[in-house]
C-alpha cells in the first residue's frame, strides 16, 4: 500500500454499522484497517469489502491488544489519518438496576467507552503528525433511554463527553467529533452466520420524521464528512443522525 494513501482505523468495522463506514471509507480512497475481536466476521468482511482493507484482531478494552492494533495500522499503511471508535456491545443484559452485575456494567464501559478512550490514547501521536482525525459513534441513548439501560446509557453518555474532552486536549492539530445513530437497520450487514434481513413495517418507518429507519450508509456518510478536510471547522460536536425521532413529542393516548 502507498504510504500516499490515507489510512483509518474503524473499531468493530466488521459488522453493523462499522462495516458500512468501512465500505465507504474505502470507496473515498483510505486504506481500511478493521479491528475486531470476531475471527470469523473479520476475515469475511475483508472477503467483501475488498480493496485497501486489512483485518487485525483487537480487544479494544485491552490495552495491549489496542496499541498492537495501532502499530500494525502503521507499519502496514506507513501513517495513521483517521481512527473511527465504532466498536460497542449494544446487546447486554436488559435487567432491572438491582439485578445489574458489576461484571455486566465493567464489560459494557470497558468496550464502549475504555475502548475509545485506548484507542485515542495509542492513536494520538500518529495523528497529530498527519493532524488527522477521530469520530466517536455514540448513540442517541445518551440522551434519552428505554428502561434497564443502564450500563449501555452511561457508557454512550460518557462517549458524548471524552469527545469534546479530547477535541480540546487534541487541538488544533487532531479534530475529535461523535455521531450518534438512532434506529438503524443493520442486519444485512452481520457476518454471514448470523445475518438475517429484518422486514421493517410501514409503522417502523412511518414513525420518523424523515420518513424511514436508517442504514449504515447514513452513518457512514455524516462520518465521512467528518473525516474530510469540508470539516475542517468542526470539533467537539455530537451529531445526533436519527431521522429526527429525539425531536418528536411522543405521548401514550
Known amino acids: 500500500m502507498s504510504t500516499a494513501r490515507k489510512v483509518v482505523i474503524v473499531t468493530g ?9 468501512a465500505a465507504r471509507l474505502l470507496a473515498d480512497g483510505y486504506g481500511v484497517v478493521v479491528a475486531d475481536d470476531d475471527a470469523e466476521a473479520g476475515p469475511e ?47 447486554a443484559p436488559r ?22 478512550f485506548l484507542m485515542a490514547k495509542h492513536a494520538a501521536p500518529h495523528l497529530r503528525a498527519t493532524r488527522g482525525a477521530i469520530v466517536n459513534v455514540a448513540s442517541t441513548r445518551a440522551l434519552q433511554s428505554e428502561a434497564n439501560t443502564e450500563a449501555y ?8 463527553a471524552l469527545t469534546h474532552a479530547l477535541a480540546v486536549s487534541l487541538g488544533p492539530d487532531v479534530r475529535v467529533n461523535c455521531v450518534s445513530p438512532g434506529w438503524i437497520d ?15 413495517s410501514a409503522a417502523d418507518h412511518a ?15 455524516m462520518v465521512a464528512f467528518l473525516l474530510s478536510d469540508a470539516a475542517g471547522f468542526v470539533t467537539g460536536q455530537n451529531f445526533v443522525v436519527d431521522g429526527g425521532m429525539t425531536k418528536k413529542m411522543i405521548y401514550e393516548e
Open 13 to 21: 468495522g466488521a459488522q453493523g454499522i462499522g462495516k458500512g463506514v
Open 45 to 91: 468482511a475483508l472477503g467483501e469489502l475488498g480493496g485497501a482493507s486489512w483485518f487485525v484482531a483487537t480487544d479494544v478494552a485491552d490495552e495491549a491488544s489496542v496499541a498492537a492494533c495501532v502499530a500494525a495500522a502503521v507499519a502496514n499503511g506507513g501513517r495513521l489519518d483517521a481512527v473511527v471508535n465504532n466498536a460497542g456491545i449494544a446487546r
Open 95 to 116: 435487567v432491572p438496576v438491582e439485578q445489574l452485575t458489576l461484571e455486566s456494567w465493567s464489560r459494557q464501559l470497558g468496550v464502549n467507552l475504555t475502548g475509545a
Open 153 to 160: 446509557s452511561a457508557s454512550k453518555g460518557g462517549l458524548v
Open 186 to 200: 443493520v442486519s444485512g450487514w452481520q457476518k454471514r452466520s448470523t445475518r438475517k434481513q429484518v422486514a421493517l
Open 207 to 221: 414513525q420518523h420524521p424523515a420518513g424511514r429507519v436508517g442504514t449504515p450508509a447514513d452513518i457512514a456518510a
